[in-house]
């Protein structure tokens, strides 16, 4: 059975920077990609960024362009989302998937078969 276990939420004031994990267990992630997502109350599952787990090919949103980086480290089973420059907007829960990898980054949330429990980010002062 995959298990998505993410953590490094939490309460931070704007301008910090936050790294979220995300640690798969179940799975071989070698022929698979790992995605971050996010959520706020009332609006759809938002595609923040998702990486190739072989190769390490990337391709994220316009929205965090410049601010948020998607890393995975192969040995650990684990991917990344270092955010930095935080603003309240980016308040939200924050979702790690996987779906099997074939030559195509999907934004679709649809397109992912697994999911972590989702981890809270609250930016405020």
């Known amino acids: 059975q995959v298990q998505l276990a993410e953590s490094g939420g939490g309460l931070v004031q704007p301008g910090d920077s936050l790294r979220l994990s995300c640690t798969v267990s179940g799975r071989t992630m070698s022929d698979y990609t790992m995605a971050w997502f996010r959520q706020t109350a009332g609006k759809e599952r938002e595609f923040l960024a998702a990486?190739?787990?072989?190769?390490?090919?990337?391709y994220e949103s316009e929205a965090i362009v410049g601010r948020f980086d998607i890393s995975r480290e192969r040995t650990k089973n684990t991917g990344y989302l270092q955010m930095s420059s935080l603003k309240a907007e980016d308040t939200a829960i924050y979702y790690c998937?996987?779906?099997?990898?074939?030559?195509?980054?999907?934004?679709?949330?649809?397109?992912?078969?697994?999911w972590g429990q989702g981890t809270q980010v609250t930016v405020s002062s």
């Open positions: 998937a996987t779906a099997a990898y074939s030559g195509v980054l999907y934004r679709a949330a649809t397109m992912y078969d697994s």
């Open positions: 990486i190739s787990w072989q190769g390490a090919n990337i």
